[in-house]
Each structure stands twice: as C-alpha cells, then as structure tokens.
C-alpha cells in the first residue's frame, strides 16, 4: 500500500497516490514567471510584452534571453523609478507615455501585454484597470491590450505561461451555437511541433483545429460547449479551469513526450472526434516507430540511471514517466511545485511505486535526500545547478525543458538528448580528472 509522507502526519496515512507523497512546505528555489515571456513572445508573433518591473526586471530578461546587442525582442520593460516610488510621478500617465512609443517605434504590433512583476505587485499597481483604460480610451487603434502578472512572489516560471493564457481565454469569442465541433491544444508548443501535430490531425480528418496560443493575435479562435481542449503542458491550471468555464470540454491522456505519450494523447484526440481506429494506426505508425528507434539509441547511454528532479516545471511527473518507461532511468525522487491531479492522473498512474513524489518544497530537506541517494543526474532550477555541480554532481537545467521543442514523435530523440549530455560531460570531467 502506498503512503502519504507529511510533515504533520504519521507515515501510515493512507493515499490513493500511486507512489509516496512527500507534502514540502518550506524555503522555495523557483525562477521569476517573467521568464515565460522569452518563448511567448516567440510564439505570439505580434504581440508585445511590456513588464512594469524595476532594473532587476530587465536585467533578469536580458540575461535569461541572452539579447545580443542588435537584436530587438518584442518584450520590454517600463523601470519602476524611485519617484514612482514617492508618489512624485503618476504611474499612469508614465504608463502611457511608454505605451505610445512602442506603437510609434512597431506599428506592426496588435497587442500589447501589460505585464505585473514584484514591484508592480508590491505597490499595487492596477494593470488590469490600466489596460481596460487604454483599451477604452481608442487612442491606438487596432491594438488590444491585455494584462497578467508574472510576479516571483506568486508564481514560478511555467505558471507565468499559465495566467497569460488564462488572460487570453477571457478574450476569446464565443462559438455561435450548433458550431461544428472543434479541437483546441492549449499550451505553446515550438512552431515546427505545432506544425507536425497539425498535419497528423488533418491526416487522422480532424480539421478544425486551434493552437492557444496562437501565431497572431488577430486570429482568435472561437471557444464553447462545441470545442474539445487538449492540453500540451500540464502547468496550465488556471487556463483549463476558465476553458472548462466557458463550455469545453477537457480530456486528461498522458502529456506528448515520447512516444508512448505522443500516442496516448492523439488517440485521446481521435476517440473523441471519432476516428477508426485502424485509421489512426496507419497515420500514427510512420511516426511512432521513428520515435522508438531514437529512445532505443538512447536508452543505451541512460538505462539504468537514477535521476532525482527537483520541483521547478511542473513537468517533471511526465518526464520521469518517459525517461523511466521508454530510456529505463531510475527516478528516485520526483519533485513538482504543485501536483495537479487531474490533468496528471494518466501519468501518476504510469510512475514507478518505489519513487518519492513530493509537490512542493523545502530546498535543504531536498538537498539532504538528494546528497543520500547520490543520483547520476539531477534535473533542477539554475540556481541550484552550479552549486550541485560543485559538489560533483551532474545536473540539467530545468528551464532547458521548456525552451527546447520536445513534444511529439520526431522530437523524442531530442528529449533524451538532452539527458545524455549532462551525463556524457560529467564522464569526460571525470576522466580528465583521472
């Protein structure tokens, strides 16, 4: 029988969780939700993202997008300034003084995202309020605004990603009634992942499709009791609970990683929308078998391996799934900041039974299980990676996880990589040393 390992109760507490759960409640080690904004603003292709932040903002972005000197990103910040500060400036004309000179410098933007950080937070700065004001106002035509917050305090890096999607879906259209059904995946993907996924489902005959978030926000799909939401990241709470607010209907496969996931969340797809099933065979097959042979490759390197994840993602249940299941990793411990079991109950029921899972944290009991078990690898948060590095271990940055494209069959080579490397560069270190 499984048991529930917490602070505040006896060992013996009985769970339906398929593997032990540790409840962390202590000092976190997360990165600022602002960063959610480098691969958004990637996507989004005409939007804007303006951060009301201060220095340490900006400087956070810079480094985090690694902005060369001639490059001009469509993401900014308006630097909170000590007479904001004061109450020596209203922040609100300030706010629209920059909001006109960045639709005077890019008159190809469509929308702008007021964007709430620590100092915006810490002051109570209204964004919302601010953007229904510009909005209402018409003073830039053609441009929408919108507004979330991005702030460290309340989120980690993923949720930011979250509440700007969750921002989107109040403002989508409603679908008129008797519309066709259609299929909405929510949650950015890599535009070449998009792509792919996009051809599948048009080969499977499910044509009518929306990706949120999309490429251009003039495009905005239409959402209600006709539309079937597939997610494809599992940190999208809030959007999936405004979806489901708003008519749709969610189904809950594993998430598309590997290819006993890719699999399990297009037959999700399929089943819905009707499709037979020796069709979705021959459609998915191609695919499926490029996918196996590339974690056959790997499994080679990372076969018997332990692997020990911090919370950081969110997406850590469903790569311990993938990684123990399809390359033979050894998870030992799987940590995630929030353990949303719904949305992962296909993958919690795929874990190893003899892995902690812990949701949550508590950075120095974490550190202390981790030097006990010496895993191989760790997968954690940069601000943990050098110091563990330090001290011998190898690590991979779990923000890597989200930038990269990972999600489907031609990706799940990739993945694996990304594993691999780590390992390969701690036994090059270990030779040198030798």
Same mark, same amino acid.
């Given at each position: 029988?499984?048991?529930?390992?917490?602070?505040?109760?006896?060992?013996?507490?009985?769970?339906?969780?398929?593997?032990?759960?540790?409840?962390?409640?202590?000092?976190?080690?997360?990165?600022?939700?602002?960063?959610?904004?480098?691969?958004?603003?990637?996507?989004?292709?005409?939007?804007?993202?303006?951060?009301?932040?201060? $220095?340490?903002? !900006?400087? =956070?972005?810079?480094?985090?997008?690694?902005?060369?000197?001639? %490059?001009? /990103? #469509?993401?900014?910040? &308006?630097?909170?300034?000590?007479?904001?500060?004061?109450?020596?400036?209203?922040?609100?004309?300030?706010?629209?003084?920059?909001?006109?000179?960045?639709?005077?410098?890019?008159?190809?933007?469509?929308?702008?995202?007021?964007?709430?950080?620590?100092?915006?937070?810490?002051?109570?700065?209204?964004?919302?309020?601010?953007?229904?004001?510009?909005?209402?106002?018409?003073?830039?035509?053609?441009?929408?605004?919108?507004?979330?917050?991005?702030?460290?305090?309340?989120?980690?890096?993923?949720?930011?990603?979250? $509440?700007?999607? !969750?921002? =989107?879906?109040?403002?989508?259209?409603?679908?008129?009634?008797? %519309?066709? /059904? #259609?299929?909405?995946? &929510?949650?950015?993907?890599?535009?070449?992942?998009?792509?792919?996924?996009?051809?599948?489902?048009?080969?499977?005959?499910?044509?009518?499709?929306?990706?949120?978030?999309?490429?251009?926000?003039?495009?905005?799909?239409?959402?209600?009791?006709?539309?079937?939401?597939?997610?494809?990241?599992?940190?999208?709470?809030?959007?999936?609970?405004?979806?489901?607010?708003?008519?749709?209907?969610?189904?809950?496969?594993?998430?598309?990683?590997?290819?006993?996931?890719?699999?399990?969340?297009?037959?999700?797809?399929?089943?819905?929308?009707?499709?037979?099933?020796?069709?979705?065979?021959?459609?998915?097959?191609?695919?499926?078998? #490029?996918?196996?042979? &590339?974690?056959?490759?790997?499994?080679?390197?990372?076969?018997?391996?332990?692997?020990?994840?911090?919370?950081?993602?969110?997406?850590?249940?469903?790569?311990?799934?993938?990684?123990?299941?399809?390359?033979?990793?050894?998870?030992?411990?799987?940590?995630?900041?929030?353990?949303?079991?719904?949305?992962?109950?296909?993958?919690?029921?795929?874990?190893?039974?003899?892995?902690?899972?812990?949701?949550?944290?508590?950075?120095?009991?974490?550190?202390d299980r981790l030097r006990d078990a010496a895993p191989d690898l760790t997968v954690c948060g940069m601000g943990l990676a050098n110091p563990l590095e330090a001290e011998g271990f190898a690590t991979k940055w779990s923000i890597e996880l989200v930038f990269t494209p990972i999600q489907g069959y031609d990706q799940a080579g990739d993945l694996?990589?990304?594993?691999?490397?780590?390992?390969?560069?701690?036994?090059?270190?270990?030779?040198?040393?030798?």
């Open positions: 029988m499984t048991t529930v390992l917490d602070r505040t109760t006896s060992p013996a507490t009985p769970s339906t969780s398929p593997a032990p759960l540790l409840r962390e409640r202590g000092q976190r080690e997360v990165f600022c939700g602002l960063t959610s904004i480098i691969w958004l603003h990637r996507k989004l292709q005409d939007a804007f993202f303006l951060i009301v932040g201060s $220095r340490t903002c !900006a400087h =956070l972005m810079q480094s985090a997008a690694g902005v060369m000197i001639f %490059a001009e /990103p #469509r993401f900014a910040t &308006a630097i909170i300034e000590d007479r904001d500060l004061a109450g020596m400036a209203d922040l609100h004309d300030e706010l629209d003084r920059i909001v006109a000179r960045v639709v005077a410098r890019r008159p190809e933007i469509r929308m702008i995202v007021l964007v709430g950080s620590c100092p915006s937070e810490v002051i109570k700065l209204d964004l919302s309020k601010a953007a229904e004001r510009l909005q209402a106002r018409g003073q830039h035509a053609g441009v929408r605004f919108l507004t979330y917050t991005g702030s460290g305090i309340e989120t980690t890096f993923t949720e930011g990603e979250d $509440r700007f999607l !969750a921002s =989107l879906v109040t403002a989508l259209p409603a679908q008129e009634q008797n %519309a066709k /059904p #259609r299929l909405l995946v &929510a949650g950015c993907l890599a535009d070449v992942v998009e792509d792919q996924f996009r051809r599948i489902f048009t080969a499977l005959g499910i044509e009518q499709v929306d990706f949120l978030p999309m490429r251009e926000s003039t495009v905005m799909p239409s959402v209600g009791p006709s539309t079937t939401v597939l997610l494809a990241q599992p940190y999208l709470t809030e959007t999936a609970r405004l979806l489901q607010s708003r008519g749709c209907q969610l189904l809950h496969p594993l998430f598309p990683l590997g290819e006993e996931g890719t699999t399990a969340w297009l037959r999700a797809a399929a089943d819905a929308f009707g499709v037979d099933p020796g069709r979705f065979e021959a459609i998915t097959r191609p695919g499926r078998d #490029r996918a196996r042979i &590339a974690m056959t490759r790997a499994r080679s390197e990372l076969e018997g391996k332990s692997l020990f994840l911090f919370p950081d993602s969110q997406l850590e249940p469903a790569l311990a799934r993938v990684l123990s299941r399809e390359a033979g990793m050894v998870p030992i411990e799987v940590g995630t900041p929030f353990l949303n079991r719904q949305h992962l109950s296909a993958e919690l029921a795929l874990l190893p039974s003899d892995i902690t899972l812990s949701e949550g944290q508590d950075v120095d009991s974490q550190l694996a990589e990304l594993f691999m490397r780590p390992l390969r560069r701690r036994a090059l270190l270990q030779t040198g040393r030798a």
